[in-house]
């Protein structure tokens, strides 16, 4: 088509195989569509087109995805609030009639497999490398592995006992994203081997909480739909052996004394054993 359509908060651009979807960048544009910036949706993505009344002299125009074509809707599993929803286009009313034309033109190019799901993810995911504040720690992604390196502010004891993690996607079978705006907001890391059933999230060395300014849905949501979409890629690919790496690299000395000060409250608090005490303290000067 070749058209533009611009709306509330993003633009439009129809192409002959794609919709281009420019988000903008003000401050009333949800920061989710402002991270995303700009996403390519191609029309072998698409199940439909809908046009409905919106609020306040408007109406919206909304793609509607095929399940498991776009790794970000996968992630984010029905959570996202309908105004950081990024295949909808709101315009004003008296815009009605271009809207149905486009949305004609969108139906007119959906392929014969539109009513099935995907058998693979259709839509780009976000880039890494990325990162993102927890609660209880810092999460990292640089395209092949995810590590999560603990605050002793926010941290569990049994977070600390295992140390830092480092997990190859090879090594993931999925990721859940619990939405920040929820009370047990997480970010959890599903082994294919290995995962503790039942363990709750702020025990889970696999997992990093969300709270109150941490892990904001246009930060870990974007990171979570990486890790997805780097996992089923690699889902079907030979396994290289490799350990989980923990506590990789050189420290900064003054880091390490910090982290065995806290590991000797945990000690005096009672909530590590002499011996814990004894082996965590040892690994931690092994990495001066």
């Known amino acids: 088509m070749g058209d533009v359509l611009a709306g509330i908060h993003a633009t439009w651009e129809f192409d002959a195989d794609s919709v281009l979807i420019r988000f903008e960048r003000g401050i009333r544009t949800p920061k989710l569509l402002q991270s995303l910036r700009e996403r390519r949706i191609p029309h072998a993505a698409l199940s439909s087109v809908t046009l409905t ?12 995805p095929r399940p498991g074509a776009d790794p970000l809707l996968e992630a984010a599993a029905g959570q996202l609030k309908e105004g950081c929803d990024p295949y909808r286009l709101v315009l004003p009313a008296e815009r009605e009639l271009l809207a149905e ?13 539109s009513d099935e799901p995907a058998d693979r993810f259709l839509v780009a995911a976000p880039e890494a490398p990325m990162q993102f504040k927890a609660y209880d720690g810092r999460a990292g992604f640089d395209g092949e592995r995810v590590s999560f390196r603990w605050f002793w502010t926010g941290a569990s004891s049994a977070k600390w006992k295992a140390g830092d993690q480092t997990y190859r996607v090879s090594e993931l079978a999925g990721i859940e994203w619990r939405s920040p705006e929820a009370l047990d907001g997480h970010l959890r890391l599903l082994p294919r081997e290995g995962a503790e059933v039942g363990v709750a999230a702020d025990q ?21 739909a990486a890790v997805l979409e780097s996992v089923r890629r690699t889902a079907s690919a030979p396994a290289v052996p490799a350990p989980v790496l923990v506590n990789a690299g050189r420290r900064d000395p003054a880091d390490i004394a910090e982290r065995i000060h806290h590991l000797g409250e945990l000690h005096q608090a009672g909530l590590v054993t002499d011996d814990e005490y004894s082996a965590k303290k040892a690994e931690l000067l092994a990495e001066l």
């Open 101 to 113: 034309y486009y949305a004609d033109e969108l139906r007119s190019c959906l392929g014969p497999a």
């Open 204 to 224: 889970d060395p696999a997992a990093v909480l969300f709270g109150l300014g941490y892990g904001p849905v246009h930060e870990s949501l974007p990171f979570a």
């Open 53 to 64: 009344p919106g609020k306040r002299d408007t109406v919206v125009l909304r793609a509607v």
